[in-house]
């Protein structure tokens, strides 16, 4: 059973990645995806991004971190090699959140071994590159 507060977490954090210009999708892994969830665990949520948009979503990293609860503290994954990766603290509830930023065609899926729960996206303003719009293709459904 996945804990309230990762729960309430998630549905807020799609909410309002699926109003954010450039997202265009959510993917979630790790003991989410597995069905492995306590109140300890972290959440690893991959935030898919339009091409176009990603230099700016990177830049704004910290921004969008923000946007999702009530960040503590966050920094990025260079010191584990992960560059787009932004390891997060938010407080009430006390949660560790990993965002990693992908662009559309470098997203990982379950083909690739990395997460591949689609959250869904709200509504892309547009498609990606690759050509998808809406759930990751061959996710499956992680919330609801």
Known sequence: MIPAAHQQFVHHAVAVLSRTP???????????QEQ??????????????????????LAERPAVAASLGRLLECFTGEHVGEPRLLICLYDE??????LKFVALP????PA??????????GRP???????????LPGARAAVD
């Open 112 to 121: 690739s071994g990395g997460p591949g729960g689609a959250l869904g996206a």
């Open 106 to 109: 470098d997203r990982p899926g």
């Open 93 to 98: 509830p006390l949660l560790h959140v990993d």
């Open 36 to 57: 492995a969830l306590d109140e300890f665990s972290d959440l690893d949520l991959v935030l898919v991004l339009d091409p176009a948009a990603a230099p700016r979503l």
């Open 125 to 135: 303003r547009q498609r990606g590159a690759a050509g998808h719009a809406g759930p």
């Open 22 to 32: 450039g997202i265009v999708g959510v993917a979630i892994g790790g003991s989410w």
